[in-house]
């Protein structure tokens, strides 16, 4: 999710998933230039401890904000997550369970 297009609006964060990348592999989800990503892809940032303790719009399945609430210093309040795909929009509260959704 960190390599699709991403807009914070209020509470909510905003994935738009039919605006990956262009080096994102969309079949397998791997960069397809993951080591020289930074000088390929300007828009690419570097993840730091910094960021996955306090950037909101990092997603709960990313391996960084998994480790920091392990370690208890995840620091970001959580946002609603809006996933835009084929001009439909889902809308899945962090605290759901099971991916229960409404629509948008």
């Not at 480790?67 to 084929?86: K, N, Q, T, Y």
Request: proline letters at 4%; one cysteine or more; aromatic letters at 10%.
């Amino acid at each position: 999710m960190c390599c699709h297009e991403k807009v914070i609006y209020g509470d909510e964060l905003i994935y738009d998933m039919d605006s990956a990348c262009e080096f994102l592999d969309v079949l397998t989800n791997f960069c397809m230039v993951y080591p020289a990503r930074f000088r390929k892809c300007p828009r690419c940032r570097k993840m730091t401890l910094w960021k996955a303790m306090m950037a909101a719009w990092l997603p709960e399945s990313c391996a960084y904000v998994q480790w920091a609430r392990r370690h208890h210093i995840r620091l970001a309040s959580r946002l609603r997550l809006v996933i835009a795909e084929d001009g439909f929009c889902k809308a899945v509260l962090p605290d759901e369970d099971e991916g229960e959704s409404e629509n948008v």
